[in-house]
């Protein structure tokens, strides 16, 4: 597609419930980034794909929280037992290459968590 | 370690007038880049500019201008005769400068701009 594609746009999750989060990339995009964004605040850095690999992770704020590319195009992020701060957009952004190419973001899944 | 910070939370102004957005940052890489991103209502973050650490040249596209001064840390960003469809939060950004992988970027917290009609 022409831009990065998230799905689902919003989500309702009741508090312990398990949700995945799609992001498709640009197509040919080797780099893809998760970003999470509290209500009023910047996004804040997750984890970094290159093709496949998982390359950083530092960003995933607990072991409920798990990212993967198997294929090195389509990403998805689990959250698994949701708790209510855990609700955030959540950003994906792609990039051409390694190095430096420029980033596009998709328009988010914005989660809430009840 | 790397930080952003956007001092002015929310700027309100009146249409035509001209508006600063401030922007600090703390970095020990010695080749990094700067950014600022718009993201309007509909969540979408929108590139507006990259800035290489090594160049230091102000930059002027429209309306829009920025003025890199490494020796404050300061990367600010000015719109010229605002418009109403300029409403929207903004944010700088940093990220290091490699050649072997893509590098993260650290948001600041962002400046809501209102322009009023």
């Known amino acids: 597609g022409a831009g990065v594609s998230q799905s689902p746009r919003y989500k309702v999750a009741k508090r312990g419930q398990d949700v995945a989060l799609r992001c498709d990339p640009i197509s040919g995009h080797v780099s893809l980034f998760w970003y999470q964004q509290a209500l009023g605040q910047g996004p804040e850095f997750l984890t970094y794909?290159?093709?496949?690999?998982?390359?950083?992770k530092s960003g995933l704020p607990s072991d409920r929280f798990f990212a993967e590319r198997p294929e090195g195009s389509v990403s998805t992020l689990k959250i698994q037992r949701t708790q209510q701060e855990d609700s955030a957009v959540y950003l994906c952004?792609?990039?051409?290459?390694?190095?430096?190419?420029?980033?596009?973001f998709g328009s988010g899944t914005r989660l809430t968590v009840v | 370690a790397q930080k952003v910070t956007q001092a002015q939370t929310e700027i309100s102004v009146v249409e035509k007038e001209d508006v600063t957005l401030d922007c600090v940052y703390e970095?020990?890489?010695?080749?990094?880049?700067l950014f600022w991103y718009k993201q309007p209502p509909s969540g979408e973050l929108v590139f507006l500019i990259r800035r290489n650490s090594f160049d230091e040249q102000n930059e002027i596209s429209g309306r829009y201008s920025w003025n890199f001064q490494k020796s404050t840390s300061s990367f600010n960003f000015t719109i010229t005769a605002s418009q109403v469809v300029d409403s929207a939060v903004y944010f700088c950004a940093l990220s290091e400068a490699r050649d072997s992988s893509a590098s993260k970027i650290i948001f600041g917290s962002g400046t809501r701009l209102s322009i009023r009609p």
């Open positions: 952004a792609s990039s051409l290459a390694a190095g430096f190419y420029g980033y596009t």
């Open positions: 970095t020990r890489d010695t080749t990094y880049y």
């Open positions: 794909f290159q093709n496949e690999a998982q390359l950083d």
